[in-house]
């Protein structure tokens, strides 16, 4: 699918500051339910082009979502078991499942679970890098787009078979010894001295406390009178057990996942990673093959205890709403740095597939085309969904705003910000802060956009 910059602006801007009032579904709502497979093939590039390249499929990817209908335009939302999906690729996911569903752009949330042994993409950063005469290659153009007709295909044959959504229900259990704060070493000047990644094997940093976590899977669920279709489940933790070695897989949080897709084969259950940023299995992850196996159990019984307070309830009113920000680029990364940085053929790999990524975003802010923030109303519940990398903190705070709401957030919508720090972990410095496409008042765009689309 080809999407033009024109269409892209035009599409993204018509959903500023969008919102749909609230409707009582009555008899009317009905979901129908979807999946096709994204396992990216042999020779692939594995989390937009600085991996090693696919190698094999441990266990497939899979894009799994649900078409809602009968509040109003249908609205979409999916789950994907990719690293990222930024910018204008973001858009023509939207796109394509939009029209699909028979519905509009803005109506659509794709997050991705953010594994990294999985494609990111980005339209504009292969084109930036092909401009560079080297083949570097962040992605494939004729597979991504092949899973945009899958998507297509999926969406058509599940409209037929919706099913009436008669109840909702919400509940949250917590997850023992998977998620951890990667900053939590700080040096006497404030600054972050060592951080503590997805795994991690240095004593005296796994010694170290979880630090500012959100230990709870949460999980919403929808009913056909008493029978459960589609459960999604919700946490924050980077998802990576070990990487980097061209092993295509869903890792621990798509393998738990699947775990209870066996468990309820009628029912479709998806998983959203939460607000991540700074935040992984380090403490808790040595990595290796044990580690994805005790990570996995972990996570499937994190959803287990979640399922087990579900009680249902009338679904209530349904709303949709979104947001839009226009953030500004970290100062600290200036583009002709970054087109620079790409130019220089001694750099690493990564350190110029970063850099176009980097301007990819810095154009787009140009042309003043936002970044899309959605949240789905049910009733007391809502789901929220976020761009990017964004810290925990922004995660915990919705849940504030929300007052007695259940707030469930999705992040890793729309990549291009990468990181989104809170504005208190700028002067700390660190990796996530170095990678950081956005200045520090993206925190009070991202919160007022929170704030918003949660005043119900």
Not at 38 to 61: R, S
Not at 236 to 264: C, I, N, T, W
Not at 389 to 411: D, H, K, P, W
């Given at each position: ?32 339910p ?72 803005e ?9 990294h ?31 945009l ?13 919706a ?41 005296e ?10 230990p709870m ?16 489940h919700?946490y ?26 066996q ?26 093959p044990e ?27 349904v ?17 002709a ?26 154009e ?9 923030l ?10 929220l ?8 903190e ?6 504030q ?56």
């Amino acid at each position: 699918m080809n999407i033009t910059r024109r269409r892209f602006l035009q599409t993204t801007l018509a959903a500023s500051v969008a919102a749909r009032a609230a409707t009582d579904p009555g008899p009317g709502l009905r979901i129908a339910p979807f999946r096709f497979d994204v396992t990216a093939p042999p020779g692939h590039p594995m989390c937009g082009g600085w991996g090693k390249m696919a190698v094999d499929c441990v266990d497939p990817l899979e894009a799994i979502g649900y078409v809602l209908l009968g509040a109003g335009q249908p609205i979409v939302v999916c789950a994907v078991d990719w690293a990222g999906i930024l910018n204008e690729a973001h858009l023509a996911w939207r796109t394509a499942l939009a029209e699909a569903a028979g519905t509009a752009p803005e109506r659509v949330a794709v997050q991705c679970v953010h594994q990294h042994d999985a494609p990111m993409v980005c339209l504009r950063a292969q084109e930036l890098c092909d401009a560079q005469g080297e083949n570097i290659h962040v992605f494939d153009r004729g597979f991504f787009d092949q899973c945009l007709d899958r998507g297509r295909a999926a969406i058509k044959a599940a409209l037929p078979k919706a099913r009436p959504v008669t109840h909702l229900a919400h509940g949250e259990g917590q997850v023992e010894k998977v998620a951890s704060n990667r900053r939590v070493e700080i040096g006497p000047d404030g600054k972050v001295k060592r951080m503590r990644g997805s795994s991690c094997t240095v004593p005296e940093l796994i010694a170290l406390p979880d630090g500012v976590i959100d230990p709870m899977m949460k999980t919403v669920a929808f009913y056909s009178g008493a029978e459960k279709i589609v459960s999604c489940h919700y946490y924050a933790s980077h998802p990576m057990s070990h990487y980097g070695a061209g092993h295509v897989s869903s890792d621990f949080p798509g393998l738990a996942r699947k775990r209870r897709q066996q468990d309820e084969p009628g029912c479709a259950h998806l998983y959203f990673t939460g607000c991540a940023g700074n935040v992984a299995a380090g403490k808790y992850n040595p990595g290796g093959p044990e580690a994805r196996v005790q990570l996995t159990q972990r996570i499937y019984d994190g959803i287990v205890a979640s399922e087990k307070s579900l009680v249902r309830a009338p679904v209530g009113r349904v709303a949709w709403k979104t947001h839009d920000i226009l953030p500004e680029i970290n100062p600290s990364l200036p583009e002709a740095r970054q087109r620079a940085m790409l130019a220089n053929k001694t750099n690493h790999l990564a350190d110029r597939i970063r850099p176009a990524m980097c301007v990819a975003l810095a154009e787009r802010l140009a042309r003043r085309v936002p970044v899309m923030l959605s949240a789905l109303h049910l009733g007391d519940v809502t789901l929220l969904h976020l761009p990017a990398e964004c810290f925990v903190e922004y995660q915990l705070r919705a849940q504030q705003l929300g007052g007695a709401r259940f707030v469930a957030t999705a992040a890793y919508g729309d990549g291009g910000m990468w990181y989104v720090p809170v504005r208190a972990e700028y002067p700390k410095g660190g990796f996530e802060v170095g990678v950081a496409f956005c200045a520090p008042s993206v925190d009070d765009m991202l919160t007022r956009g929170i704030r918003e689309l949660l005043r119900t």
